[in-house]
């Protein structure tokens, strides 16, 4: 079973680009790590995880390249974990993906995605936010992490 992971750092974890998609370098450091470790660990003939996920990567950003990272590989599953580049975007460099879009590019990636690949099991994720350094209140943005809570609310 082919599984691909597709989305932006969360999902990227410092993967290695460069490595095999077989190499453990290619998963990165983060939660598909930990999926391909308990998955593979236990079954290694069963399971094949990729990687596919982009630091910066906004809905937009996915949709552009479906068909390389995605499709082409044909996988059984695929999870998708998207949204907070949308809204980082628009607070830091005035480039965010508007609500309205991220909705309509969301379901377009969805639509195409079942219609390449029939077969495919999805797995969306929700995608969050958590106070910490990049989410911090600065100077410049006394108000950011509230910023960032306002979509959620």
């Excluded at 974890?13 to 660990?41: E, F, H, K, M, P």
């Amino acid at each position: 079973m082919r599984i691909l992971f597709y989305g932006d750092s969360i999902t990227d974890a410092g993967r290695n680009r460069d490595a095999a998609i077989t190499n453990i370098a290619a998963l990165g450091y983060g939660y598909v790590r930990v999926v391909a470790d308990r998955l593979i660990g236990k079954n290694p003939e069963k399971y094949e995880v990729i990687n596919r996920g982009i630091s910066g990567n906004r809905i937009v950003d996915l949709y552009s390249r479906i068909k390389v990272d995605a499709w082409n590989l044909e996988p059984d599953v695929m999870s998708i974990l998207i949204g907070i580049n949308d809204i980082w975007h628009e607070i830091g460099l005035k480039n965010g993906v508007e609500i309205d879009r991220f909705e309509n590019v969301y379901r377009m990636l969805i639509k195409d995605t079942l219609k390449a690949l029939p077969n495919v099991k999805l797995i969306l994720c929700e995608p969050f936010v958590l106070e910490g350094s990049a989410t911090k209140n600065t100077e410049d943005l006394p108000d950011k992490y509230e910023r960032f809570c306002e979509v959620y609310k």
